[in-house]
């Protein structure tokens, strides 16, 4: 891994910084010590004597891209049935989520919320140098009631659930033990089930998860950690305004989201992380169970008519995949969703970026490329603003910086 270069100044690119601010032409980033020294027109840069320069050649510099939504210890698409998933130790699990994340960083993704599966041993790893992977907050389990989301066993199976995607929990008393256990395995953010979902077998994605009372319990006690924020699966209309109304930082999925919840979403900040990328994904009918083939097909209906209604009332939208559900390393295809459902290039690529890093509570750190920042950064081909759709192709991400450190570099521009 080549060590953070002291200073290095990439330039003639069309610089996109993630503020929403006018694409700059022959624009330049200075990256000192991994983080961002300085960005905007290459003509207008003091580069200190010593400096690296690297010309990109035209093509796109962008804020490394934030995932608020990856499972990396779920397979994706190349299905492993949930026998295989359920019966495969632990280790294992974990040893096939390295692959993931490098592929995950090297498909433009510098940092990633992991809402389910992945633990503290998996930022860790990271964070040490021990796997290639995007910087990660994780959720550790998801918590989920009984026969809700998080509860994969059948309907004639009286044994008490351990998987190690969720913990069910029911109650108030039970919520607070549940959410102060995954903050005392080291989660970075709490997930909950405020529906019942697609995968899940004895539930539907309109019945309702935790309700609202069990909600507001578990804000209350992440807030009071350090400020952590609670991400809601919310599917269903009724599910997804008791998640609003108990005060959760965001709404996953929001399938069936209508303008009563929106109106509650805009006035309280509430941001949406429409996971269109799981939506778009068309279930294999050889491989999926015929309930969940079934559940799938239903609201992938329901998701493409309420999302856009959402974009057009101007809901803070979050780019988030589920991949892990949806293929890994195929994240940025959700900004080319999203525009598809109304938004503007550049609207996704904030929501891929400044908004993600909002969400995350990481604004001053990531999100945009301006002095102080990480050095999180993407050259990507072209201009993505014309093309959003070129995004969603690894290939056209030619550079990936995160830190300062490049993980990533076809075209060997740093060579
Ligand atoms: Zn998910």
Redesign the pocket.
Known sequence: MPAPSTSVLLHNGLLIDGTGGEPVRDGAVLVQDGLVRWAGPTGECSVPAGTRRIDVRGDAILPGFIDC?V?MAAPGTSALSHAELATMPHTLLTFLSGPRMKQTLEAGVTTARD??GADAGHRRAVESGLLVGPRLLVAVSMLSPTGGHGDFRAGNDRRPSANGMARLADGIAECRNAVREVLRQGADCVKIAATGGVWSPTDQPDDDGFLEDEIRTITQIAAGHRGKKVAA?AQGRDGILNAVRGGVASI?HGYEIDDEAIDLMLAQGTFLVPTLSTANTDPDPAKAAPWAYAKKKHWQEVARRHIPRAIERGVRVAMGT?CG?AEHGTNLRELGYLVECGMTPMGAVLAGTSEAAELLGRAGEIGTLEPGKRADIVIARGNPLEDIGSLGDPANVLLVMKDGVTYKDTDTLTA
């Open positions: 939504h499972h809402l389910g699966h996953e589920d559900i």
